[in-house]
């Protein structure tokens, strides 16, 4: 499935668009200017550049969701229709962000569940995977690797609260900054920093907690206990 | 100040956000140099920053998102076109009572105003004229004959009453 969409957004590419026809590519400013004016390329042309940051941040929030694609549209569809109201003071990919993160909010909030996903539900074979990754300095190769991997990342991560698993989700795997962090999710840097160095600790915890009973010992603490 | 894990490792809440940043290897001169001075003497630090780095080995592992491909703009820009074609469908059906209301007002008025003129088609008598009474002021003569109506205006009253001046 992965390799079809990989395979499709490459196609995609080669296209020719036409606001990267010429040699100058026209800039978030000008489209987001042309889109107010009521220009759907322009738009259009928006949401290629954006569409795979926005999926990104969807379903860096809403793990496990089969509503990551309808909800990441429903943000274009939220940005188009308010577009005429964004005074540009902002980049517009922030702006945009910050409508992905309110749409996931209200979607979750309008589910009310959250998956409950116990530490036991990792498999032996899961658990041994992890400690492969975690004791190996090389990183899983092939795209199904990493796809498992991912799945048995997501299900450690739930032993942290929702905000702290956003984070690191966020930040490590779907690759966005801090600064662009603390600003769609509005906390102050240091808070992101702060929080993010502290839920990297639970994660390890819950990782140790999983070995324990397997009685593996390789990843004990490194360092001394503080009185 | 530390905050305690379970596991017993602890990191100084002043140094959390600086070891973050020592993490990614975003801090430089000084302020690197005061963190590895840091943390070279405190154990619960030093513990801390090592499961970070660990968690980072872990969470890089995992795939990122994939791009959702060319037909994600596709189905987009198709649902803003349904989008609004519902926002003009109910721009229209706002204004459908009023409009059907005002086309049963006007066959109503219409239908009316053909009866009110079918009505005075139909009993159309020709008008009374109006008759002024000239009658003497002066005694009652009750065998005198009944005075000339003539047809008035109204202007020739006031000629009579100036001819008996």
Redesign the interface.
């Known amino acids: 499935m ?1 390799n079809v ?2 395979s ?2 490459a ?2 590419q080669a ?1 020719t668009l036409p606001f990267q026809a010429g040699e100058k590519k026209v800039d978030d400013r000008e489209l987001v200017h042309l889109s107010q004016q009521g220009d ?1 390329a322009a ?2 042309e928006l ?2 550049r954006h ?2 940051r926005v ?2 941040l969807v ?2 929030i809403l793990h496990r969701s089969d509503d ?2 309808d909800i ?2 429903q943000v ?2 939220k940005a ?2 308010g577009i005429k109201k964004f005074d540009q003071r902002a980049a517009f990919s922030t702006w945009l962000y910050k409508i992905a993160v309110n749409e996931c909010w209200d979607y979750l909030r309008k589910r009310k569940v959250r998956p409950l996903i116990y530490e036991a539900d990792l498999s032996e074979e899961q658990v041994s995977r ?1 400690d492969g ?2 004791s190996s ?1 090389r ?2 190769e092939g ?1 199904n690797a ?2 498992e ?2 799945e048995i ?2 299900r ?1 991560l739930d032993v942290l609260s929702e905000q702290d698993r956003q984070l ?2 966020l930040k ?4 966005f900054s801090v600064q662009e962090l603390a600003e769609i999710l509005h906390l102050n840097v ?1 808070t992101v ?2 929080r ?10 819950a ?2 907690r999983r070995l324990k009973p397997a009685g593996k010992s390789h ?1 004990a ?6 009185e | 100040m530390a905050t305690q894990s379970e596991f017993g490792h602890s990191a100084c809440r002043n140094y959390e956000a600086r070891l973050e940043d020592y993490l990614h290897g975003e801090l430089r001169g000084a302020d690197a140099q005061s963190v590895i001075e840091h943390w070279q003497s405190c154990p619960g630090c030093r513990a801390r920053f090592e499961d970070a780095a660990l968690s980072l080995r872990l969470l890089r592992a995992a795939e990122p998102s994939s791009d959702p491909g060319p037909g994600f703009a596709r189905g987009v820009m198709a649902r803003i076109r349904t989008a609004e074609n519902e926002k003009l469908a109910v721009r229209a059906n706002f204004w459908q009572p009023f409009v059907s209301f005002g086309w049963r007002f006007a066959a109503t008025a219409t239908l009316a105003l053909m009866a009110l003129v079918s009505y005075n088609v139909a009993w159309n008598h020709p008008a009374q004229p109006k008759v002024a009474a000239v009658r003497p002021t002066e005694g009652l003569d009750l065998l005198a004959p009944e005075p000339v109506r003539v047809s008035t205006t109204g202007d020739e009253v006031l000629m009579m009453f100036d001819g008996q001046r």
Do not use: W
């Open positions: 992965n969409r990989k499709m957004a196609s995609a296209l759907e738009f259009e949401v290629r569409q795979q999926f990104a379903a860096g990551v694609e990441a549209q274009f569809l188009y229709f992890l990754i975690v300095t990183p899983p795209p990493r796809t991997t991912r990342v997501e450690m690191l989700v490590e795997i779907e690759g240091n920093k702060v993010l160095f502290r839920a990297r600790g639970r994660i390890i915890d990782y140790r990843a603490p490194a360092g001394d206990r503080k």
